[in-house]
């Protein structure tokens, strides 16, 4: 065989390899091909420095001088067993055979013939003792059954017995100190010294209640009238102090008790609505400007508490304002009650409920008046309405309850005068709540105004600043000349 001149000669194969087996330029066809018979393991990776070393080469002259392929060990090999078969797997077989070739049936078996545990061990050997409870030992299983195996002839220590209690050996006796029980005699109770903290310091550490507190200084946002914000007037049990700002005019004046809205959840008092945010001066001080006091209180919330509670902070305001009208110079006998929305609906059940002093009008505006048949999207079944977070419940699992929170139920012949507007329009109350309203005063004889905006969505949307100012100044006639 000729090579060219300067070519590198391979001197490393000397014999042609055998046929039938992969090339040895593929080098990954020879690992599967002597990775044995049967079902194939993963190839294992090797680096390509060490293929080029021809170690693929020398590979086809071991397989020659073998009787099956085979490979290096795989990483996971099979578990170790014992050289003699004595320890055998505990799924594989049972613990122990009973008996050998030649010997009669009576006869012990040889300890070397046996295949069992190790920790049955010295239960099956002849000289052994009952199956005990395994014990701890120097010795582990393993170099036991070894010595066994190597002199069964010799005598072996005897298992501990299960119970020593039970079959006491003197050796194994242990003695315990014997433990002296005193019965001690009960100390009696220490009484320690209570010092009791001083009346005065009790009645001084409370803030002053709403009736005896002073009044805060007053702020003069408009000539000739007076503001006090922030003005305690109640203090309910386990819940936030109740604050009301007073709008004042000179002199003697009728009060206008305003409730706002926010769906009994939210709001604020000085917040008469989203159309009159932007007007300078503001509607509270225009009503203080034609010499009507207002009162625009707090109440708890439908996440503070639930129906009646808003309904009695308003008797609460009432009294309180009655209680301090001399030094406020307001006169409660000519009080109208103001609300829009869900103070509306506060408004209107204070209207129809206070009789002492009874009130003198309400100005009702987009109010809801039944909470116990469904109207627009208002439906009475559901839970997941204001309504029923007002209530605590859904209006018709509480009948009762929605009844005496509904105005439209509450209406009687002694009932004031009422002013009542709502927009044509309302996507949230619907107008059918102030109309059905207006229908049962007036059988009743109460005097009603009913103005319906056409085209005003709730909160006056959608209506023009004319016709809202129109609405303002309609109210403020009403509860003037009331």
Not at 160 to 188: F, I, N, Y
Request: with cysteine; hydrophobic share 35%.
């Amino acid at each position: 065989m000729t090579s060219e001149p300067g070519a590198r000669r391979d001197h490393r194969i000397r014999h042609p390899p055998p046929a039938g087996l992969p090339h040895p330029g593929r080098p990954r066809e020879a690992l599967r091909h002597r990775e044995g018979r049967g079902r194939p393991r993963p190839p294992l990776r090797r680096s390509d420095h060490r293929l080029r070393r021809g170690r693929t080469d020398r590979e086809h002259l071991q397989l020659l001088h073998r009787r099956r392929p085979q490979g290096r060990h795989h990483p996971r090999p099979p578990p170790p067993r014992h050289p003699r078969g004595l320890l055998r797997h505990p799924r594989r077989c049972p613990a122990v055979r009973r008996g050998h070739r030649g010997r009669a049936a009576g006869e012990a078996p040889h300890p070397g013939r046996l295949r069992l545990r190790p920790q049955e061990l010295s239960a099956r050997l002849p000289h052994g003792t009952p199956p005990q409870r395994r014990r701890r030992c120097r010795r582990g299983p393993r170099r036991h059954l070894r010595a066994v195996l190597r002199n069964p002839r010799r005598t072996h220590r005897p298992a501990r017995p299960a119970h020593p209690a039970r079959r006491p050996h003197p050796a194994q006796v242990r003695h315990r100190a014997r433990t002296v029980r005193r019965t001690l005699s009960a100390r009696p109770p220490v009484e320690e010294a209570v010092t009791l903290p001083d009346p005065d310091l009790l009645k001084q550490l409370p803030a002053p209640h709403p009736d005896r507190a002073p009044l805060p200084p007053a702020a003069g946002p408009a000539p000739g009238v007076r503001l006090l914000r922030g003005v305690p007037y109640a203090v309910p049990e386990g819940s936030r102090p109740l604050e009301l700002d007073l709008w004042l005019p000179e002199g003697p004046a009728p009060l206008v008790l305003y409730i706002h809205g926010g769906a009994w959840r939210r709001g604020r008092r000085d917040d008469m609505g989203m159309r009159t945010r932007d007007w300078d001066p503001g509607p509270f001080a225009r009503l203080a400007a034609a010499g009507l006091a207002v009162a625009c209180v707090d109440y708890r919330l439908s996440g503070e508490a639930t129906f009646p509670a808003p309904l009695d902070d308003l008797w609460a305001a009432l009294r309180w304002l009655a209680l301090r009208s001399a030094e406020l110079g307001i006169d409660t006998r000519r009080t109208v009650a103001w609300g829009e929305s869900a103070g509306g609906h506060l408004a209107a059940l204070l209207a129809l409920t206070h009789a002492e002093p009874p009130l003198a009008g309400a100005v009702i505006w987009y109010g809801p008046s039944d909470l116990t048949s469904p109207r627009g999207g208002f439906t009475p079944d559901s839970a997941a309405t204001p309504e029923a977070a007002l209530l605590g419940a859904a209006p018709a699992t509480r009948p009762e309850l929605a009844r005496a929170a509904s105005p439209l139920a509450q209406v009687h012949a002694a009932a004031p005068p009422f002013f009542l507007a709502h927009g044509t329009q309302d996507t949230m109350v619907s107008c059918s709540h102030t109309e059905d309203l207006a229908s049962a005063l007036r059988a009743a004889g109460v005097p009603v105004r009913l103005r319906l905006v056409p085209g005003a969505d709730h909160g006056w949307y959608g209506a023009s600043d004319d016709a809202v100012s129109a609405i303002f100044a309609a109210s403020l006639d009403f509860a003037q000349h009331v």
